[in-house]
């Protein structure tokens, strides 16, 4: 095997150390098996029955693997692999294997399952890393069933605390914790004890820039900072038809108003900033009764925290001065967020020059999602590799890659973590 020496000195490996791209794209389909959708994509909550499945599923071949598996009391599994150095604080790589209700088959599973395949091809290989290598899957990295996103990321990186996670209810009222402990995937490990080398994460693009491009890798330098405001508008439920359009409390038309101003803020700091809200709730939800209450989350995001808190402040005030003038109540509840990332300079470098060595288009993005990386980053150097989806499409059924994309980033991915892990001659 071929060595080149990367711009951090390291021992690189040779750009002929290649993963097996059938033997990953076998595995996405495999797991996708598990919480199929209804449209051809997954329906795999964290802390179902059906996320119970898929981990033991990816289990199974971490050990058929070699690899030893621990679990923190937050779920998070890690799937170890020695290296030769007993001192040597081991190199992280994964994501998640929880899935949006009507989510993709990609979607945080290629992350994991690129991990598992750097494992394997190594295995394959007979080559042995100065740094152990732990595959990392992260529960509840897409914040459906429990709010927010990235919660056992950020237990980890000590952003929230467990007994706060621990008591999140989803919409039936059950607590992660209690659905944690009966699916049977809750550790003795304490949460956030583990010390990383580094960390990198996988993931498709999410959006449309890459295709757009035609560039195989993006090279993730920052990621926008976010926020999720929960807005309550309180007015009075009343007959459609009855009630004087003088006399109404109209939640519904507070919302819409609200959400015009929403529009109009994201749009006033164009080009980076965006915002909607994803979520929305109304109350009595009847096709005759003027909405009492509604209740919904604004998303801003923004790589500039000045901007966001600028955001976040017009909304509250804008809001406000809506519901007054309308005779409603408006309540803001800050259910989730965090403050805009710049990824380490070493690991972005690996991960660049990966791209170059293998002699794949490549180019710098600024991750418009929040990923687990985003909390690990405040306690490990990290970095993360993106490619291609079809459209930008993602966070739906018809989510798609090719199997050549896949590969393209598992191999980037693979000679970023050996690089960094260091091959032993």
Known sequence: MSNQNSSSGKNAPGENLKIDGA???????????????????????????????????????????????GLDQMGNMFAHRPGTDPDALPVYVGSHLDTQPTGGKYDGVLGVLGGLEIIRSLNDLGIKTKHPIVVTNFTNEEGTRY???????????GIHTQDWAYGREDADGKAFGDELKRIGWRGDEETGARKMHAFFELHIEQGPILEAENCDIGVVTHGQGLSWTQVTITGKDSHTGSTPMPMRKDAGLGMARVLELVNEIALSHAPHAVGAAGHIDAYPNSRNVIPGKTVFTIDFRSPDLSVIEDMEARLKAGAKTICDDMGLDVEFEKVGGFDPVTFDEGCVSAVRTAAQRLGLSHMDLISGAGHDACWINRVAPTAMVMCPCVDGLSHNEAEEISPAWAEAGANVLFHAVVETAEIVA
């Open 23 to 69: 033997r990953l794209w076998d595995s996405l389909m495999e797991m996708a098996k598990i919480g199929p959708g209804i449209a051809g994509g997954n329906n795999r909550q964290t802390l179902t029955d059906e996320d119970g499945e898929g981990r033991a599923l990816f289990a199974s071949w971490c050990k058929a693997a070699g690899c030893t598996m």
């Open 147 to 157: 709010a927010p996103a990235m919660l056992s990321s950020g237990v980890f990186a």
